[in-house]
């Protein structure tokens, strides 16, 4: 048998996308590099409506099977909308495409430092990125074995709403608070509802997350002070006591999109998270956290400074971890495939 490879000829009758996939605490990213048309518009929530109304084919076939899955998550970068940005970045997910993703932020930041897109100075580098949340400052550090950390200054995160209770069908009366770190969360005590927060309880938390999240979507109304964009509640995190590390705080569970689960801790959600924790007098600043995912990755944040954030009492935080890369993939799709857009089971 001769070699296993794809000549030239045959090459040409499939459209190519390449990518780069990493992780952040085990939540996947996959990184597009090539095969995307270009993107037009002025701003970042103008690119990302572009891609809804015309482009959203290319983000089916790579989030979902069979090139992709349920749980997979994804960047395409842009050139840059704001003076102080080195790119501009849209998130995509099973269900569309979100405001703010920090393991995507922390991803980003690791992968393009090693590989010199973003060039080092020293052993630090500073990177600015366009997100349809607003503009981030990103950091990534090499230690003196030339580990990345990378950390980011978040977007103006507060408590939007604190001790609210709600009646969920199949569930009964749960109580959650409202955060936001680039997106609206409802944050459930998962001990106080007796739910477990291990991956063998996954199926309940999928569950309980929807129904919460729309439940709660339906009684409370979200309005964000600037952007009608940002106005909706993009998902659930429980939260639990519960934890395996003995450094963490607590473990957040985050059943978000379309019943996706973060295998991160969430960078937009622990951002909120301690936002909400600083509304109730149980962080002060400065005062750096340790949160772990539903597979025992772990994020860091910190709340760096208070703001008024036109009207809403809010902070910057920090949030640090760690980034892996995972492969480099060229997808093909061939104009006679019967899944041109893919499909999702779960």
């Known amino acids: 048998m001769g070699p296993v490879q794809l000549s030239p000829e045959l090459l040409s009758q499939f459209r190519r996308i390449t990518t780069l996939d990493a992780h952040t605490e085990g939540e996947p990213l996959r990184i597009i590099t090539s095969g995307y048309p270009d993107v037009p518009g002025d701003t970042i929530l103008e690119k990302r409506q572009f891609l809804t109304t015309h482009l959203d084919e290319y983000r089916q076939l790579l989030m979902f099977e069979p090139r992709g899955h349920a749980d997979m998550y994804g960047a395409l970068l842009t050139e840059p909308v704001s003076e102080h940005a080195d790119f501009g970045v849209l998130f995509l997910h099973n269900e569309g495409y979100s405001s703010m993703c920090g393991h995507a932020v922390l991803a980003l930041a690791t992968v393009l430092c090693q590989t010199g897109a973003i060039a080092f100075e020293g052993n630090r580098a500073e990177i600015g990125i366009d997100a349809p949340a607003g503009f981030i400052r990103a950091f990534a550090e090499k230690d003196t074995n030339g580990r990345i950390q990378a950390s980011f200054l978040n977007v103006p995160s507060w408590a939007e709403a604190l001790d609210l209770s709600i009646d969920v069908p199949g569930i009964g009366k749960v109580k959650f608070d409202i955060g936001f770190g680039g997106a609206y969360y409802a944050y459930v005590d998962a001990d106080a509802l007796g739910l477990d927060c291990s991956a063998d309880n996954l199926n309940q938390l999928i569950d ?81 956290l340790t949160i772990e995912s539903i597979v025992g990755g772990k994020m860091q944040v910190e709340a760096l400074e208070q703001i008024d954030f036109h009207g809403k009492d809010a902070l910057i935080p920090k949030v640090s971890g760690r980034a892996f890369m995972t492969g480099q993939h060229t997808f093909l799709l061939h104009p006679d495939d019967i899944f041109q857009t893919g499909f999702l089971l779960r």
Request: aromatic share 8%; glycine share 10%.
């Open 208 to 288: 309980w997350g929807r129904r919460i999240k729309q439940a709660v979507m339906a009684s409370y109304p979200i309005k964000h002070p600037l952007d009608e964009d940002l106005s909706f509640l993009y998902g659930t995190i429980f939260t639990s006591k519960h934890t395996a590390l003995i450094e963490a705080h607590s473990r957040h569970v985050c059943i978000f999109a379309d019943g996706e689960v973060d295998r991160s801790p969430t960078g937009t959600g622990v951002a909120g998270r301690i936002a909400l924790l600083r509304a109730k007098g149980e962080v002060g600043l400065a005062e750096s």
